[in-house]
């Protein structure tokens, strides 16, 4: 539904479309107001729609990172196994101590 209204000198006619109200989705509106109000109610919606800075830059650069994961996975073999042996060996240990299962844990003298 559109209304037609005449602007006062200074002002004109901007079409808002009115997705805030449920029950009027894809309708618009006719509304006067400055050109000025306009701009910025333009930009701020702009603003609210834009996909964040990081996301960009995560698309943006999304092949060299895979490729730089791909090489480094490749050319560091061993610590990952390593790093991985530890990692899942702690989260055993731990998880055997919280259950209550008794485990040998090595005490580490701190003298």
Known sequence: MRTRTTPEPGRTLALVNCCEIPW???????????????????????RQNRVPGWKRYYLKHREQELARRKEYRENNKEAIAEYNHIYYRSRKLRKAVASGKGGIVKEVSHA
């Open 24 to 46: 009027r989705e894809n309708h618009e509106e006719m509304v006067v107001m400055n050109l000025g109000e306009a701009i910025e109610m333009a930009k701020e919606q702009e």
